[in-house]
């Protein structure tokens, strides 16, 4: 059985999982705030139906377990339910507690990326390069059909849905650069950016020095979200601590910038991750607290308003509002776009992207995903900005299938570019910590 955290962070301060469970009154004021329960109708695959699952079996009362596998593994972990509640009941860990108590392990995949990702950056860098070499040579949509007849649909959809091949790494490009004498911000490179889009990762460092000065670059592993997601909670102990170090050797007290709001709500939580580690939590307290998303650290950006005829909108990435409670950066964009840019309709509803859960549950993550885009195509936008790594793949793939005259962008890529409009050349200094 996989280890699970056993108290978690609430409102009400650290309590055991069943408390926390306990927390939930069942009032129903989340079930229309829950994206599958809307596509589904169905009580288990809501908040408080969930959170009712995972007391039930820790009384030991509940009998079909396979229910409950299916309503957990089917949660987005969004948090929109816990935005909705009065109590601010932490569904999403409760989700993830449930999860590893079922779970004897996490699946195979998973177990080779966390392997990989502890310690072993060499080797998963020459498995990607070979893969996109494939892709790029279409091999891979070949492979499709024989992924799928061999049990491995989720390698199948995950090829289907991206198609991001860069030929260098982020790590790979921020490592040449010279590190500046007194740096004002480090940047972590989340693995999303690092590895399938460093395009995003050189616009935050960018637009990261021409808002606050030279920075340095943390050369950081994973933050450890993948293994945590997945019951491999002392694997992510094991990444949470190397963060933590190599920040605290890097530039003690300097602000913490990534570009991936899931990631960054992780980095965030990090305490959650040590409550019966004294010493560690009140490491990991300090280091959450120096943690930035690009959402926070460019809002007050000054950039000059835009002449361009494109409409803008902007997706909040669940972990952005949900997961840290950042508001969209509306007045940002705003100033930039001018009537240009129009709010999205129930921007902050996830868009069914949420890590590898497109590719585990493809029908109801495009039920969800559908109503996002009909979202979009309702504002008529050619462009949707976003600030996560899942939502960047789920929209690029949605735009293409139900709205084609839209594409999408990461938030620091549009910030970048705007502030490097009529000015000169910018050689960075941005270089590994």
Known sequence: MSQGLGRLITDLGDRSTYDAASQCSRCGYCEQACPTYVATGRESQ????????????????????????????????????TTACYAHVPTADIVLEGRRALAEKPPWLVRVLTWLLVGHRDALSLLLKSSYLLKRAGLSRLARPFLRLAGFDGLAEADAHVDETPSRFLFEELGRRKRPAEPRWLYFAPCGPNYLYPRVGLATVSALESTRGPGAFLDNGCCGLLPYNYG??????????????????SGAGLPVVADCSSCTAFLKSYPQLFLEEPAWRARAERFAESVQDAVEAFSGADIEPSTSAETVTYHESCRACHGQGLPAPAQLLSRACGDKFTELPESSVCCGGAGAFSFVHPELSDEVLKRKIGAVARTRASLVLTSSTSCLIQLAHGLKKYYPQGRVMHLSEFVAKRLSQGKPEHHGTTTGA
């Open 46 to 81: 809501s908040g408080r139906g969930r959170n009712q699952l995972v007391r039930l079996m820790l009384e030991g009362k509940l009998s079909d377990l396979g229910a409950a596998e299916e309503a957990l593994s089917t949660c987005l972990l969004c948090g929109a339910c």
């Open 232 to 249: 491999e909670v002392e694997d992510a102990r094991c990444l949470a601590r190397a963060v933590i170090e190599k920040s605290e050797k």
